[in-house]
């Protein structure tokens, strides 16, 4: 007989035995065998090590062997082994202990020798800083300082702001370091350098530059009526028209030359649209056009190419690359020089964007040499006057006759389309002769357009004074 005893591996076995004679008389004998377990788990397997100098925050520890992997490393030849595990911990993020203790024993108590576990570390890892987003600069200055975030694994987070020092130059580019510092609680430190790239514009040699029509019976020369280089294009009609801008080409000598640009002249629809485009390494600072009827514009009686007396400046240009003048109403055939200062491009912004613009002179009377329609009203009756003497020298006389009372609006623009002189007649009654006499005497030797206006439509007419030389 088998009785269990307190725990698993404890308990009795009763043995019995019976003799009995031929005559029925017996006997018994019984034996008593208690057993009791008294022997201890075995470690069976390597016990565990701590770690020392752990790099993590106090939150972090490591949580030490489970009771499992404890209990897995020992054997007991009569029940499973039992483990209980505790711990104590001492410290903060900066520095800290951690000891596990585990105690090992049978169920029927048999306890082997305890494991004790044993941890210390701190946060030794520095804060991580986002360094700001800086796009490249071009031209303009560095910034005085600039701000960071940072986060930490343990304390926190914050900004840090970096401060301009110094820029160095290193061919078209200059550098900047703006040093970023974040330290932590624990004073872990961190050091991330941020640098800034500024580009810059500068510019080589400039110099004068005329446009030139491919075809040469298009384009002619100045020299040598002129003791200048460049050349005046002429067109019979209209038409788009792509000119060669020429830079530096003394003599008109275009053989070792490379175009700097071109200009496309688009004349179309009684308009003159003209618009300069510079190429790649090169820049525009400025341009003067002339658009009229003859080769050359006049300046005191003379024909002259010199650009500043060109009816069309488009002023100071800040090393633009594009540039378009017009519309320009404009009438016949035309004559067309364009003139432009290009510089070389020698250090170049990355992100410069295209630049140029447009001008749009302020001009109601046709350039070129076709005539000039006069404007018809609603009714169909024809607006006409006539100016006398042409050429004239000083004064010009302006003869009209309507067969309609109206208020009669005299204007005078030169060949810019400035307005030189204006006269109103508040009362002309119909059918009657009326004269004007102009004094024109400050406006120069030059060509002017007179727009006669009425309550029914204008007419437009150009006048010649006397001392214009025509080609």
């Known amino acids: 007989v088998l009785v269990p005893g307190e725990c698993e591996g404890s308990y009795t076995v009763t043995r019995t035995w019976t003799a009995t004679d031929d005559c029925g008389n017996s006997s018994t004998a019984s034996q008593v065998i208690e057993v009791e377990d008294n022997t201890a788990p075995v470690l069976v397997g390597s016990l565990p090590q701590g770690e020392s100098n752990v790099n993590a925050c106090y939150a972090q520890i490591p949580e030490g062997p489970s009771v499992d992997e404890i209990a897995a490393l020992f054997e007991d030849s009569c029940s499973d082994v039992i483990i209980e595990k505790s711990e104590q911990t001492f410290g903060d993020d900066c520095g800290w202990i951690k000891l596990y203790v585990y105690q090992i024993q049978d169920s029927c108590g048999n306890m082997a020798e305890e494991v004790k576990v044993y941890y210390n570390g701190s946060d030794q890892t520095g804060p991580d800083i986002e360094l700001p987003e800086v796009d490249t600069l071009c031209g303009t200055s560095f910034p005085k300082s600039l701000t960071a ?31 970023f510092e974040a330290t932590d609680a624990c004073g872990n430190k961190t050091i991330e350098v941020l640098k800034v790239i500024r580009e810059f514009n500068t510019y080589g040699e400039c110099e004068t530059a005329f446009a030139k029509d491919p075809n040469d019976d298009i384009s002619t020369c100045f020299i040598p009526q002129f003791n200048r280089w460049g050349w005046t294009n002429h067109y019979d009609s209209e038409g788009l028209y792509t000119l060669d801008l020429y830079a530096g080409a003394d003599h008109c000598d275009v053989d070792d030359r490379t175009p700097v640009g071109n200009v496309v002249v688009d004349y179309s629809n009684g308009y003159v649209t003209l618009t300069y485009n510079i190429f790649a390494g090169y820049t525009m600072t400025e341009a003067q056009v002339y658009i ?40 016949g055939s035309i004559d067309v020089i364009a003139h432009a200062v290009t510089c070389t491009v020698e250090c170049e912004c990355s992100n410069n964007p295209v630049s140029g613009g447009t001008y749009t002179p302020t001009i109601n009377t046709p350039v070129g040499c076709g005539e000039v329609p006069s404007r018809e009203v609603a009714d169909n009756i024809k607006l006409d006057f006539t100016a006398y003497p042409v050429p004239f020298d000083n004064e010009v006389n302006i003869k009209y006759n309507f067969k309609f009372d109206t208020e009669v609006s005299i204007d005078v623009h030169d060949t810019k389309g400035l307005l030189i002189l204006s006269e109103t007649n508040q009362n002309y009654r119909r059918n009657k002769d009326h004269v004007v006499k102009l004094d024109l005497s400050r406006g120069g030797d030059q060509i002017f357009y007179v727009t006669v206006t009425t309550n029914r439509g204008a007419v437009t007419k150009k006048i010649v004074s006397s001392g214009v030389k025509r080609f």
């Open 149 to 179: 975030n940072w986060t930490d694994n343990c304390s926190g987070s914050g900004t840090v702001t970096a401060q301009f020092t110094e820029s160095v130059r290193d061919g078209c580019m200059d550098y900047a370091d703006y040093v």
């Open 292 to 331: 009229g009827c003859g080769p050359y514009p006049f300046n005191n009686n003379t024909p002259t190419v010199a650009p500043g007396q060109y009816p069309f400046n488009l002023g100071s240009l800040d090393h633009v690359t594009n540039y378009t003048l017009g519309p320009i109403p404009a009438s």
